[in-house]
């Protein structure tokens, strides 16, 4: 069974960064078919996918138009988990943040983590 | 960007009853379309993806059926767990999602 659990902080200032991990047991962030997704959830943008990072004998990134200025999303092989960050916040990036596996480099999202509530606040 | 667009916004019906969702996509997404139920609290589930394919686990009482532009999640027979938020998603191109329809209890 695969679990997502998600580490970071909940507050972040303006223009400050915001940094979540996820870290995955039952599955592999080096596997060959899943892809592993940063997605978030706000009343005024409904459900926004960011990004994701995969393996398929190097490491590949995808980012969203609406972030991919600012974005960054890690793997970590040592601890079987992997990051984003996000960059000069704004009020605007308030939300749930939620990491999740594609099992297939298919774009569905089957294992997702338990949310984190990002708030960007002075 | 491909914009999927949810209705109704609220579906008000009592348990037993059948639910029917609707989504329409702003181009065509052949069959690439995936449903999810959020309930308060929770990740989104998967339930359904390529239109009609339940997901692991997932009760017969929901299906999905439609290709193109126009998605339908039925629900044949409404359970007091299945009061929830729905959400469309697709990945024709980048993954995108629909509003959602929020089925409550009348």
């Known amino acids: 069974q695969v679990q997502l659990q998600q580490s970071g902080l909940g507050l972040v200032k303006p223009s400050q960064t915001l940094s979540l991990t996820c870290v995955i047991s039952?599955?592999?962030?080096?596997?060959?078919?899943?892809?592993w997704n940063w997605i978030r959830h706000s009343p005024s943008r409904g459900l926004e996918w960011l990004g994701r990072t995969y393996y398929r004998s190097k490491w590949y990134n995808d980012y969203a138009v609406s972030v991919q200025s600012r974005i960054t999303i890690n793997p970590d092989t040592s601890k079987n988990q992997f990051s984003l960050q996000l960059n000069s916040v704004t009020p605007e990036d308030t939300a749930v943040y939620y990491c999740?596996?594609?099992?297939?480099?298919?774009?569905?999202?089957?294992?997702w983590g338990q949310g984190t509530l990002v708030t960007v606040s002075s | 960007e491909i914009v999927l667009t949810q209705s109704p916004a609220t579906l008000s019906l009592s348990p037993g009853e059948r639910a029917t969702l609707s989504c329409r996509a702003s181009q065509s997404i052949s069959n690439y379309l995936a449903w999810y139920q959020q309930k308060a609290g929770q990740a989104p589930r998967l339930l359904i993806y390529?239109?009609?394919d339940r997901a692991t686990g997932i009760p017969a009482r929901f299906s999905g059926s439609g290709s193109g532009t126009d998605f339908t999640l039925t629900i044949s027979s409404l359970e007091p767990e299945d009061f929830a938020v729905y959400y469309c998603q697709q990945r024709s191109n980048w993954p995108s999602f629909g509003g959602g329809t929020k089925v409550e209890i009348k």
């Open positions: 390529d239109a009609s």
């Open positions: 039952g599955d592999s962030v080096s596997s060959n078919s899943a892809a």
């Open positions: 999740a596996r594609d099992p297939g480099e298919m774009g569905l999202f089957d294992y």
